[in-house]
Each structure stands twice: as structure tokens, then as C-alpha cells.
């Protein structure tokens, strides 16, 4: 079964051509348009500029990916979408071309549930996983954890209790001028870092529980430029600002793990499934090994062009769903519960 997937929920715009085989899905093709450059002045996603430029770019976007895999729209068998949740102005660009491209040829679609997409990211390298899975959900607007029977299910454990993990990354990067998306950069002035700086502090709950909370980082850098305010022009290649980014690095990886060797003992946990965009980080990777490895869990963590958001993992989950009646009755919607 061939199947484009199609996501366009945030800011990246991406389509990708998957073969759903009977050893599991195969990757043809993958495009991404990003969208860094338009955002970054703005140091986060501008939502109106984000659905403006999705739809200069939805029809190349799909165009790419089916010319790479070698297929036309006629030689599909499904097209799968993100239906949400999202920034809708987003979410219809690819929603609208998925539904045309559908009616025109006849082709069976699907609307994906967005998150089931970043699980389904992990079907490419480990389509044998056993469950129950624990699946941490890691991005610029999720820190969330669940528990999947299967690849189409999740049932949600626990999330933070205020900012996603990867709005820590993002918003310490802007407060050190360092650029937009955060992550990336901040993860590589971590690896650069001759030496840690102060650990921060971890969160205490009043209620006793292993819980997530990363709004306390941000206050945490905001004082530590005000301190020291030469931190917030002193760029990537200073030491005291990568070993700031080491700390935070640190602080967020270690924190995000600690509650999961509990929870995947309580649920018998087979697995575990860390996906979205900060799982891309590469302390948060090398640690999840080690933790994995100590607790007997299978780990699966998608290659990191498959962690952010794409249309391969859309694909990959819409090959497992059953495909709707008529697309043109569809909506997205930004508020999609699982
Ligand atoms: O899944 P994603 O592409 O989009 C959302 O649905 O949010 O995730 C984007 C997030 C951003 O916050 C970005 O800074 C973060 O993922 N990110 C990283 C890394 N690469 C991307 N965070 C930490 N380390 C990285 N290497
Ligand atoms: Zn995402």
C-alpha cells in the first residue's frame, strides 16, 4: 500500500511518500519546507504567517515528495492528514489540498490524530515493538506521557503542569539571542560546553507527586542574564553560555526520564516510545538509553528527521486506520481530542 501523508499543524510544512509492507512502513520519500527563517525574527510561530506561507508551499511540497518516490497521485492507494490538533490556519492548508487531491482521483483518505502521527514515527525503526508502551510525547507544545496498547491508541498518564518541554528550549534561546528553534541550537552549545554551570534547582510538588514542571527554567535563565547580562549577547561559542546550556540540557533530559521507571513498572510497560520534536536532543537520547537498558525496556526514539513533525509519520499512522467516507464532509479541528 502506497500512501502520502501529508502535516502542516505548526510551522513545517511536509509531505512524504510511505509503503506500508507487511514488515512494516517503508520510507520513499520525505520533504519538509521550513519555515525558521520567517519565524525566527518573531522568536516563536506567528500563526497567521505560518498558514500564509503553508499554502504557497503545500502544492511544491507534495509535488517533491511524489516526484522523489517516483509515483503520481493516480499510483496511491490512501492519502492520509493531519486533521489536528494545531493552529487551524495551518492545519487547512494541507487538509484542503488532501481532500482536493482525493476527489480528483478517487483515493481513499484519512484524517490523523497528530500525536498518533509522532507515535507512529517510531513504526519505521521498530515495527515489531511489543506492548504495552510508554510514550513520551516531547515537543514545542506537548510534554505529555502515555500509555499505548497498540499503534492507535494512547491513553494519557501525566503531562506538565505548565510550559512543553521544548518552550524551555525555544524561550532560553531567545533570552540568549542564540536564534529560533532553540533546541537545536542549544543542544549543540551543550555539547560544545568545556564545563557545567549552577544545576538548577528541580521542581517540588506540594502533592508529593513525580510530576513535570519547566516554566521554573525559564525564570531560572531569566535571573542568571540579569546577573549576568553579558551572557545574552555572548553567543554560541562562549563557554559560560554553553555550560548555561549544558545545565539546562541537563536539568530538562533528567527530568523528563526520572517519573518513567515508576510508571513503566506500575503499567508493565514493555517499551518505551520518546518522540515530537525535543526528542531529537541528544542528552534526552543518550540517556533514555542508559535508562532503557537499567529498566529492560525496548527503546525506540525515531531517526531525528522523523521526531519533528513530517508527513512520513501522518503516513505511517494513517496506513493502520480505516480510511473515511467523503473527505469533503472533513473539517480539521485545532482542539482534536485523541
Ligand atoms: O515536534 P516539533 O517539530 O513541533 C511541535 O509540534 O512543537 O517540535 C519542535 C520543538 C521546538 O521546541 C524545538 O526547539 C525542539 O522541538 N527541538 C529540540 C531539538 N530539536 C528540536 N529540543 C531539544 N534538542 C534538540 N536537538
Ligand atoms: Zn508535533
Not at 113 to 120: D, E, F, R, Y
Not at 121 to 147: E, I, K, Q, W
Not at 198 to 223: N, Q, Y
Request: glycine share 10%; hydrophobic share 45%.
Amino acid at each position: 500500500m502506497l500512501i502520502l501523508g501529508l502535516e502542516s499543524s505548526c510551522d513545517d510544512c511536509s509531505a512524504a511518500v510511505v509503503e506500508e509492507t507487511a514488515a512494516g512502513p517503508v520510507l520513499r520519500s520525505l520533504v519538509r519546507e521550513s519555515q525558521d527563517a520567517i519565524h525566527g525574527p518573531f522568536g516563536g510561530v506567528v500563526p497567521e504567517l505560518a498558514a500564509r506561507e503553508h499554502l504557497l508551499q503545500v502544492r511544491a511540497v507534495m509535488a517533491a515528495a511524489l516526484a522523489q518516490a517516483g509515483v503520481g497521485l493516480t499510483g496511491l492507494d490512501r492519502i492520509a492528514v493531519t486533521r489536528g490538533p494545531g493552529l487551524v490556519g495551518s492545519l487547512l492548508a494541507t487538509f484542503s489540498a488532501s481532500k482536493a487531491a482525493a476527489w480528483r482521483h478517487g483515493l481513499p483518505w484519512v484524517g490523523v490524530h497528530h500525536l498518533l502521527g509522532h507515535l507512529n514515527a517510531a513504526r519505521f525503526a521498530a515495527p515489531d515493538l511489543p506492548f504495552p508502551a510508554l510514550v513520551l510525547l516531547v515537543s514545542g507544545g506537548h510534554t505529555h506521557l502515555y500509555l499505548a496498547k497498540d499503534w492507535t491508541s494512547l491513553q494519557l498518564l501525566q503531562k506538565t503542569r505548565d510550559d512543553a518541554a521544548g518552550e524551555a528550549f525555544d524561550k532560553t534561546a531567545r533570552m540568549l539571542n542564540l536564534g529560533y528553534p532553540g533546541g537545536p541550537v542549544v543542544d549543540a552549545c551543550a555539547q560544545a560546553a568545556p564545563r557545567t554551570a549552577e544545576p538548577f534547582t528541580p521542581p517540588k510538588f506540594r502533592d508529593g507527586k513525580a510530576s513535570w514542571s519547566f516554566s521554573g527554567l525559564k525564570t531560572g535563565v531569566k535571573l542568571r542574564v540579569e546577573r549576568n547580562p553579558r551572557l545574552a549577547e555572548a553567543g554560541a561559542a562562549d563557554p559560560e553560555v554553553q555550560g548555561l546550556c549544558r545545565s539546562l540540557q541537563e536539568a530538562i533530559s533528567t527530568w523528563l526520564l526520572k517519573p518513567l521507571p515508576a510508571l513503566a513498572q506500575e503499567h508493565s510497560a514493555r517499551s518505551l516510545v520518546i518522540s515530537g520534536g525535543v526528542a531529537c536532543n541528544s542528552r534526552l537520547r543518550s540517556e533514555a538509553a542508559r535508562l532503557a537498558a537499567r529498566a529492560g525496556l525496548r527503546l525506540a526514539i525515531p531517526e531525528p528527521r522523523l521526531c519533528t513533525d513530517n508527513g512520513a509519520m501522518i503516513a505511517a499512522a494513517g496506513a493502520l486506520l480505516t480510511p473515511e467516507g467523503d473527505p469533503w464532509i472533513q473539517n480539521a479541528d485545532a482542539d482534536l481530542k485523541l
